[in-house]
Protein backbone atom coordinates (compact mmCIF):
# COMPACT_ATOMS: atom_id res chain seq x y z
CA UNK A 1 0.00 0.00 0.00
CA UNK A 2 1.08 3.15 -1.21
CA UNK A 3 1.33 6.03 1.61
CA UNK A 4 2.03 9.73 0.90
CA UNK A 5 5.14 11.17 2.76
CA UNK A 6 6.20 14.95 3.79
CA UNK A 7 9.81 15.36 4.17
CA UNK A 8 10.71 18.76 5.62
CA UNK A 9 13.94 19.68 4.84
CA UNK A 10 15.20 22.71 7.00
CA UNK A 11 18.18 22.78 4.83
CA UNK A 12 19.84 20.23 2.56
CA UNK A 13 22.17 17.61 3.51
CA UNK A 14 26.28 17.68 2.64
CA UNK A 15 27.60 15.53 -0.03
CA UNK A 16 29.21 12.12 1.09
CA UNK A 17 26.49 9.99 2.24
CA UNK A 18 27.02 5.94 1.75
CA UNK A 19 24.09 4.75 -0.97
CA UNK A 20 22.45 2.04 0.50
CA UNK A 21 24.33 -1.31 -0.18
CA UNK A 22 21.15 -3.35 -1.98
CA UNK A 23 17.53 -2.13 -3.54
CA UNK A 24 16.07 -3.87 -0.98
CA UNK A 25 17.67 -1.90 2.03
CA UNK A 26 15.50 1.27 2.83
CA UNK A 27 17.76 4.72 2.95
CA UNK A 28 18.23 6.50 5.55
CA UNK A 29 19.36 10.12 6.10
CA UNK A 30 22.96 10.63 6.60
CA UNK A 31 22.59 11.92 10.42
CA UNK A 32 26.63 11.96 10.45
CA UNK A 33 26.34 15.00 8.47
CA UNK A 34 23.76 17.01 9.86
CA UNK A 35 21.45 17.01 13.31
CA UNK A 36 17.91 15.37 12.44
CA UNK A 37 14.78 15.68 14.55
CA UNK A 38 11.52 13.46 14.01
CA UNK A 39 8.56 14.52 15.06
CA UNK A 40 5.50 12.45 13.93
CA UNK A 41 6.98 11.48 10.81
CA UNK A 42 8.29 14.80 9.98
CA UNK A 43 12.13 14.86 9.22
CA UNK A 44 13.94 18.03 9.84
CA UNK A 45 17.54 18.72 8.76
CA UNK A 46 19.13 21.70 10.01
CA UNK A 47 22.23 22.23 7.87
CA UNK A 48 24.71 24.56 10.03
CA UNK A 49 27.83 25.89 8.99
CA UNK A 50 30.57 27.45 11.78
CA UNK A 51 32.76 29.91 9.21
CA UNK A 52 36.50 31.27 10.33
CA UNK A 53 37.76 33.95 8.94
CA UNK A 54 41.37 34.47 9.73
CA UNK A 55 42.67 38.15 8.86
CA UNK A 56 45.84 38.89 8.95
CA UNK A 57 46.59 42.31 11.28
CA UNK A 58 49.79 43.24 10.33
CA UNK A 59 51.07 46.51 8.87
CA UNK A 60 50.43 45.24 5.13
CA UNK A 61 47.12 44.85 5.52
CA UNK A 62 45.40 47.94 5.94
CA UNK A 63 44.12 48.11 1.83
CA UNK A 64 43.11 44.37 1.84
CA UNK A 65 40.72 44.83 4.90
CA UNK A 66 39.25 47.84 3.38
CA UNK A 67 38.80 45.71 0.67
CA UNK A 68 36.87 42.83 2.24
CA UNK A 69 34.92 45.18 4.69
CA UNK A 70 33.52 46.95 1.71
CA UNK A 71 32.43 43.56 -0.27
CA UNK A 72 31.36 41.34 2.85
CA UNK A 73 27.47 41.85 1.77
CA UNK A 74 28.49 40.28 -1.17
CA UNK A 75 29.54 37.22 1.17
CA UNK A 76 26.63 37.53 2.81
CA UNK A 77 23.86 37.51 0.19
CA UNK A 78 24.93 34.22 -0.26
CA UNK A 79 23.34 33.44 2.70
CA UNK A 80 20.58 35.52 2.46
CA UNK A 81 19.36 33.72 -0.67
CA UNK A 82 18.81 30.93 1.37
CA UNK A 83 16.77 31.76 4.60
CA UNK A 84 17.16 28.25 5.73
CA UNK A 85 20.59 27.68 6.28
CA UNK A 86 22.14 28.34 10.14
CA UNK A 87 25.39 29.99 10.42
CA UNK A 88 27.26 31.20 12.59
CA UNK A 89 30.89 33.40 11.46
CA UNK A 90 33.73 34.53 13.55
CA UNK A 91 36.80 36.32 13.00
CA UNK A 92 40.55 35.65 14.69
CA UNK A 93 43.60 37.62 13.45
CA UNK A 94 47.32 36.25 12.86
CA UNK A 95 48.72 37.64 16.29
CA UNK A 96 49.80 34.74 18.37
CA UNK A 97 52.16 36.75 20.68
CA UNK A 98 50.21 39.94 21.10
CA UNK A 99 51.22 42.04 18.55
CA UNK A 100 51.77 45.54 19.90
CA UNK A 101 48.11 46.88 19.80
CA UNK A 102 46.48 45.05 22.74
CA UNK A 103 43.59 43.58 20.89
CA UNK A 104 42.90 40.16 21.29
CA UNK A 105 45.30 37.61 19.97
CA UNK A 106 45.79 34.27 20.19
CA UNK A 107 42.88 32.37 18.81
CA UNK A 108 40.15 35.00 20.82
CA UNK A 109 37.00 36.41 18.41
CA UNK A 110 37.27 39.71 17.54
CA UNK A 111 34.51 42.08 18.19
CA UNK A 112 31.09 42.47 20.14
CA UNK A 113 29.14 39.96 20.00
CA UNK A 114 32.19 37.56 19.69
CA UNK A 115 30.58 35.90 16.34
CA UNK A 116 27.56 36.79 13.89
CA UNK A 117 24.26 35.01 13.17
CA UNK A 118 21.50 35.28 10.92
CA UNK A 119 19.49 36.99 13.75
CA UNK A 120 22.11 39.25 15.02
CA UNK A 121 20.87 42.92 14.58
CA UNK A 122 22.52 45.28 11.85
CA UNK A 123 24.71 42.19 10.82
CA UNK A 124 26.64 43.87 8.36
CA UNK A 125 28.20 46.92 10.23
CA UNK A 126 29.18 43.99 13.13
CA UNK A 127 30.83 41.65 11.44
CA UNK A 128 32.83 44.67 10.02
CA UNK A 129 33.76 45.89 12.77
CA UNK A 130 35.03 42.37 13.70
CA UNK A 131 36.86 41.97 10.23
CA UNK A 132 38.74 45.26 10.56
CA UNK A 133 41.43 43.88 13.19
CA UNK A 134 43.63 46.81 12.80
CA UNK A 135 47.68 46.50 11.11
CA UNK A 136 49.42 46.63 14.49
CA UNK A 137 49.73 43.03 15.29
CA UNK A 138 52.52 40.88 15.18
CA UNK A 139 54.79 40.41 12.50
CA UNK A 140 55.13 37.08 12.63
CA UNK A 141 51.65 36.08 10.88
CA UNK A 142 50.12 32.76 11.57
CA UNK A 143 47.04 31.51 10.08
CA UNK A 144 46.84 28.02 10.88
CA UNK A 145 47.53 27.65 14.63
CA UNK A 146 44.90 30.81 15.74
CA UNK A 147 42.50 27.87 14.09
CA UNK A 148 43.48 25.54 16.67
CA UNK A 149 43.70 27.94 19.74
CA UNK A 150 40.27 29.31 18.74
CA UNK A 151 38.64 25.91 18.47
CA UNK A 152 40.62 24.04 21.53
CA UNK A 153 40.24 24.19 25.39
CA UNK A 154 40.08 26.45 26.69
CA UNK A 155 38.54 29.04 24.22
CA UNK A 156 35.95 26.91 22.97
CA UNK A 157 34.23 26.95 25.92
CA UNK A 158 35.42 29.79 27.58
CA UNK A 159 35.76 33.40 25.48
CA UNK A 160 34.86 31.78 22.37
CA UNK A 161 31.64 29.84 23.69
CA UNK A 162 29.07 29.35 21.67
CA UNK A 163 30.48 29.86 18.28
CA UNK A 164 31.87 26.27 17.40
CA UNK A 165 29.05 23.43 17.00
CA UNK A 166 30.01 20.03 16.41
CA UNK A 167 27.20 18.81 14.44
CA UNK A 168 28.09 22.34 12.12
CA UNK A 169 30.35 21.73 8.70
CA UNK A 170 33.58 23.83 9.61
CA UNK A 171 35.17 26.51 6.84
CA UNK A 172 37.87 28.85 7.25
CA UNK A 173 38.81 31.54 5.23
CA UNK A 174 42.31 33.03 4.86
CA UNK A 175 42.91 36.57 4.79
CA UNK A 176 47.02 37.12 4.16
CA UNK A 177 49.56 38.64 1.94
CA UNK A 178 52.00 36.14 3.58
CA UNK A 179 52.89 32.96 4.35
CA UNK A 180 52.10 30.75 7.45
CA UNK A 181 54.55 31.00 10.38
CA UNK A 182 52.61 28.26 12.43
CA UNK A 183 53.86 25.68 14.88
CA UNK A 184 51.65 23.51 12.24
CA UNK A 185 52.12 22.16 8.98
CA UNK A 186 49.95 21.72 6.41
CA UNK A 187 49.39 18.10 7.31
CA UNK A 188 48.92 19.00 10.79
CA UNK A 189 45.74 21.77 9.97
CA UNK A 190 44.30 18.65 7.98
CA UNK A 191 44.68 16.31 10.48
CA UNK A 192 43.21 18.66 13.64
CA UNK A 193 40.29 19.80 11.91
CA UNK A 194 39.97 16.04 10.73
CA UNK A 195 39.92 15.44 14.60
CA UNK A 196 37.26 17.91 15.87
CA UNK A 197 34.89 16.91 12.51
CA UNK A 198 35.20 12.79 12.15
CA UNK A 199 34.98 13.31 8.26
CA UNK A 200 36.71 15.52 5.72
CA UNK A 201 33.29 16.09 3.88
CA UNK A 202 32.04 18.32 7.10
CA UNK A 203 34.83 21.15 6.59
CA UNK A 204 36.54 23.20 3.79
CA UNK A 205 38.67 26.12 3.58
CA UNK A 206 39.38 29.20 1.26
CA UNK A 207 42.84 31.26 0.62
CA UNK A 208 42.44 34.79 -0.37
CA UNK A 209 45.87 35.43 -0.69
CA UNK A 210 48.98 36.10 -2.99
CA UNK A 211 49.37 33.00 -4.77
CA UNK A 212 52.42 31.14 -6.11
CA UNK A 213 53.52 32.84 -9.39
CA UNK A 214 51.61 36.27 -8.82
CA UNK A 215 53.95 38.54 -9.39
CA UNK A 216 51.63 42.07 -9.90
CA UNK A 217 50.36 42.20 -6.15
CA UNK A 218 52.88 42.84 -2.72
CA UNK A 219 53.39 39.99 -0.49
CA UNK A 220 54.90 40.39 2.87
CA UNK A 221 56.68 37.08 3.22
CA UNK A 222 57.40 34.45 0.23
CA UNK A 223 55.02 32.10 -1.50
CA UNK A 224 52.22 30.61 0.58
CA UNK A 225 53.30 27.34 0.43
CA UNK A 226 51.97 25.96 3.74
CA UNK A 227 48.54 27.73 2.89
CA UNK A 228 48.43 26.63 -0.71
CA UNK A 229 49.13 22.71 0.55
CA UNK A 230 46.18 23.08 2.63
CA UNK A 231 43.98 24.58 0.62
CA UNK A 232 45.01 21.39 -1.93
CA UNK A 233 43.60 19.09 0.54
CA UNK A 234 40.40 20.18 0.68
CA UNK A 235 37.46 18.77 -1.44
CA UNK A 236 36.93 22.46 -3.43
CA UNK A 237 40.97 21.85 -3.99
CA UNK A 238 41.71 23.72 -7.44
CA UNK A 239 39.04 26.56 -6.96
CA UNK A 240 40.10 27.94 -3.61
CA UNK A 241 42.48 30.17 -4.28
CA UNK A 242 42.41 33.51 -4.83
CA UNK A 243 44.32 36.89 -5.00
CA UNK A 244 44.17 39.35 -2.40
CA UNK A 245 44.81 42.07 -5.55
CA UNK A 246 41.98 40.41 -8.01
CA UNK A 247 40.17 43.71 -9.63
CA UNK A 248 37.17 41.15 -9.71
CA UNK A 249 37.86 41.20 -5.56
CA UNK A 250 34.30 41.71 -4.91
CA UNK A 251 33.55 38.56 -7.22
CA UNK A 252 35.99 36.32 -5.46
CA UNK A 253 34.19 36.74 -2.23
CA UNK A 254 30.88 36.35 -3.83
CA UNK A 255 32.31 32.67 -5.21
CA UNK A 256 33.60 31.60 -1.95
CA UNK A 257 30.19 32.00 -0.35
CA UNK A 258 28.39 30.20 -3.49
CA UNK A 259 30.57 27.72 -3.20
CA UNK A 260 30.29 27.66 0.50
CA UNK A 261 26.53 27.33 0.30
CA UNK A 262 26.74 24.34 -2.73
CA UNK A 263 28.71 22.44 -0.34
CA UNK A 264 26.67 22.58 2.45
CA UNK A 265 23.24 21.16 1.17
CA UNK A 266 22.72 20.04 -2.72
CA UNK A 267 21.91 16.70 -1.86
CA UNK A 268 19.13 15.92 -0.01
CA UNK A 269 18.64 12.34 1.37
CA UNK A 270 14.91 10.75 1.26
CA UNK A 271 14.19 8.62 4.23
CA UNK A 272 11.99 5.83 1.86
CA UNK A 273 12.26 5.17 -1.94
CA UNK A 274 10.21 7.33 -3.57
CA UNK A 275 7.69 6.85 -6.97
CA UNK A 276 9.76 9.61 -8.95
CA UNK A 277 6.92 10.74 -11.01
CA UNK A 278 5.24 11.45 -7.73
CA UNK A 279 8.45 13.94 -6.33
CA UNK A 280 7.41 17.52 -5.75
CA UNK A 281 9.58 19.97 -4.62
CA UNK A 282 9.42 23.26 -2.96
CA UNK A 283 11.11 26.31 -1.12
CA UNK A 284 8.38 28.56 0.79
CA UNK A 285 6.45 29.91 -2.72
CA UNK A 286 8.70 29.19 -4.96
CA UNK A 287 8.01 25.35 -7.08
CA UNK A 288 11.55 24.22 -7.67
CA UNK A 289 11.45 21.96 -11.22
CA UNK A 290 12.57 19.09 -12.19
CA UNK A 291 16.09 20.31 -14.21
CA UNK A 292 19.77 18.99 -14.27
CA UNK A 293 20.81 22.63 -13.50
CA UNK A 294 17.68 24.24 -12.74
CA UNK A 295 16.24 22.20 -10.37
CA UNK A 296 16.20 18.92 -9.00
CA UNK A 297 17.05 15.47 -10.40
CA UNK A 298 16.32 12.08 -8.44
CA UNK A 299 19.76 9.79 -8.00
CA UNK A 300 18.10 6.06 -7.19
CA UNK A 301 21.76 4.56 -6.08
CA UNK A 302 21.59 7.15 -3.30
CA UNK A 303 18.22 8.04 -2.98
CA UNK A 304 18.71 11.37 -3.09
CA UNK A 305 17.45 14.19 -4.73
CA UNK A 306 20.65 16.36 -6.29
CA UNK A 307 20.03 19.92 -6.42
CA UNK A 308 21.07 21.95 -9.51
CA UNK A 309 23.68 24.64 -9.42
CA UNK A 310 21.75 27.12 -11.50
CA UNK A 311 18.31 27.13 -9.45
CA UNK A 312 17.72 30.78 -8.92
CA UNK A 313 16.47 30.93 -5.59
CA UNK A 314 13.84 32.94 -4.74
CA UNK A 315 14.50 35.30 -1.38
CA UNK A 316 11.91 34.01 1.37
CA UNK A 317 11.60 34.31 4.96
CA UNK A 318 14.42 33.51 7.67
CA UNK A 319 13.40 29.93 8.56
CA UNK A 320 11.66 28.97 5.22
CA UNK A 321 11.91 24.96 4.34
CA UNK A 322 12.33 23.10 1.31
CA UNK A 323 9.26 20.74 1.25
CA UNK A 324 9.60 17.97 -0.80
CA UNK A 325 6.39 15.37 -1.19
CA UNK A 326 5.99 11.57 -2.37
CA UNK A 327 4.38 8.76 -2.35
CA UNK A 328 6.88 5.69 -0.91
CA UNK A 329 7.46 2.75 -3.26
CA UNK A 330 6.66 -0.63 -1.33
CA UNK A 331 8.27 -3.52 -2.01
CA UNK A 332 6.62 -6.77 -2.28
CA UNK A 333 6.77 -9.08 0.95
CA UNK A 334 10.50 -10.93 0.99
CA UNK A 335 11.83 -9.20 -1.35
Not at 232 to 252: E, H, I, T, W
Not at 263 to 291: A, C, K, M
Amino acid sequence: MKRLLSVLVFGFLALGACSPEANHLIPKPNDQNEKVDTDGGTEVFDPQVDILFVVDDSGSMSTHQTNLIRNIDRFLAAFTKRANIDYHIGVVNTSMDGGWSGSPCCGRLMGTPTFVERSTPNLIQVLSRALRVGTNGSATEKVFDPIRAALSAPLVTGENAGFYRPNAHLAVVFITDAEDQSSMSAQDMFDFMLSLKGRKEKFIGYGVVVPTGVNNCSRDEGNPTKIESFLGMMPNAGKNVFSLCDPQFGDRISTIADDLVRFIGNVIYLSRPPIPETIQVSFGSQIIPQDYKKGWIFDPARNALILGDEIEWSVQPNGTKVNVYYEAATFPSGS
